[in-house]
């Protein structure tokens, strides 16, 4: 990466997953924490369709390096953020790509968490076993 090349930053969320994804201009290589994206994410499919889909989307997939920091959750969470940070950092890239990422849902926040424990139940929602007698 050369020191006067543009950089595009954008912040995903996902569960309790935050990623800060930078968009360097290069040839479409992913590196998450310092690894190959491939490595990161157990060579699993869907985690890096997930990951490259916002590129694949504009038509961009070879034309930016996706730099990732992320931390939190596990990796689907880590997965949906980088989603949404790369999106993100699309849009600093050209207003013109907001409109097909947000058809596509890449910008929205998946709002789903864990849900907390209540007391009295074995679960957020699992309660213990009835007796009636």
């Not at 040839?27 to 190959?36: A, C, D, E, K, Y």
């Not at 939190?72 to 790509?97: F, H, M, P, V, Y």
Request: proline content about 5%; some cysteine; aromatic content about 6%.
């Amino acid at each position: 990466m050369s020191n006067n090349s543009v950089v595009y930053w954008g912040t995903g969320r996902r569960k309790t997953s935050v990623a800060r994804v930078r968009l360097v201009p290069g040839n479409g290589t992913i590196t998450i924490n310092g690894r190959p994206g491939d490595n990161y994410l157990n060579y699993n499919p869907s985690y890096i369709a997930a990951v490259k889909a916002p590129l694949e989307t504009l038509g961009l997939s070879s034309e930016y390096d996706i730099l990732v920091n992320v931390h939190g959750g596990g990796l689907t969470g880590q997965s949906g953020a980088i989603k949404q940070g790369a999106a993100r950092a699309l849009c600093e890239l050209s207003a013109d790509n907001r409109k097909p990422l947000k058809t596509e849902g890449h910008l929205s926040r998946d709002p789903r968490a864990k849900e907390r424990r209540k007391y009295g139940l074995k679960k957020a929602r699992k309660a213990p076993q009835f007796s009636k007698r």
